[in-house]
């Protein structure tokens, strides 16, 4: 989609980069870029591979990058239509998305609050920093957290067994409540016997949740693709219930098509066999209310 300058939309996207394994920027850019948006990545961190099982990771911080790269976009008067923020490793670098948010009034502030993963936080999450992530969830219009996520910014116990729809709407809301217009929470395990990605619309006061289909295997990375087309598909037009719809159903294919390959699962999604789907415009109907 291009704007009134004739141009690809802009995404400032603030994340490491893991160059082996398939999360954060190496998945951010090819899903963003089929999908028609230009990428401007700003690593906080660069990383030999993901920390996921894959031995001694060498590491190098670029916390001194973000804001002297801010900096310079000031200087060259860049614009972007999207500010994206996901996994982050300090309080410094949460100051520095924060001016970058503030920086951007009109974009859209899209944080991804990677913090933990099957009710527990990542070692790196210390108290301190769970408490200010809220601050970046403030100044959100759109948060992706897993259920994990959701409880740690809710500062509520894990739910260890599925919720009802009462439960996830209470969360939705409440969530919202912190700042952002839109709250997507992925695979919550509901009551009905369904996993799902379930979320809200403020400003319409409408639920919605897509199911999906259940592969018994985890790969790293699938937070980062899902948030990346939802994000994708927001700049593309799409409603909140349709781009759910999208990123679902992309990330489902791609869960699909590595699970048939028999991949080692620390090497994520064979995600280059399935980003055709994205450069299709289909009409998205699996959607339903929550």
Known sequence: MQNINNRPMRVAAIHDLSGFGRCSLSVILPVLSVMGVQVCPIPTAVLSSHTGGLGEVEFRDLTDFI???????????????????????????????????????????????????????????????????????????LITPNLTEA??????????????RTQAKSMLVRLSELGPKYVVITGVSMATNEIANI????????????????????????????ASVLTG???????????????????????????????????????????????QRDVLNNYKIL
């Not at 924060?98 to 944080?111: D, H």
């Not at 409880?151 to 009802?164: F, G, K, Q, R």
């Not at 619309?201 to 980062?224: A, I, K, L, M, Q």
């Open 199 to 226: 979320g809200y619309d403020r400003e319409h006061n409408s639920f919605w949740y897509v199911p999906c289909d259940y592969v018994p295997v985890s790969y790293p990375g699938t937070g980062d693709i899902y």
């Open 151 to 164: 409880s740690m910014l809710l500062n509520d116990e894990y739910p260890t067994a599925p919720i009802t």
């Open 67 to 141: 804001q002297p790269t801010l900096e310079h976009y000031k200087r060259l008067n860049i614009d972007f239509e999207c500010i994206y923020s996901g996994f982050l490793g300090s309080e410094a670098q949460i100051d520095h998305c924060l001016e970058f948010f503030s920086t951007y009034k009109n974009a859209l502030a899209v944080v991804d609050p990677v913090m933990g993963d099957h009710g527990k936080a990542y070692r790196t999450y210390t108290k301190r920093m769970r408490e200010r992530m809220s601050e970046l969830v403030g100044v959100a219009d």
């Open 233 to 279: 598909s927001f700049l593309n037009g799409d409603s909140l219930p349709m781009a759910m719809d999208r990123a679902t159903r992309f990330l489902e294919i791609a869960i699909k098509t590595t699970f048939t390959y028999a991949q080692d699962t620390r090497y994520g999604v064979m995600l280059e066999k399935s980003l055709p789907y994205l450069t």
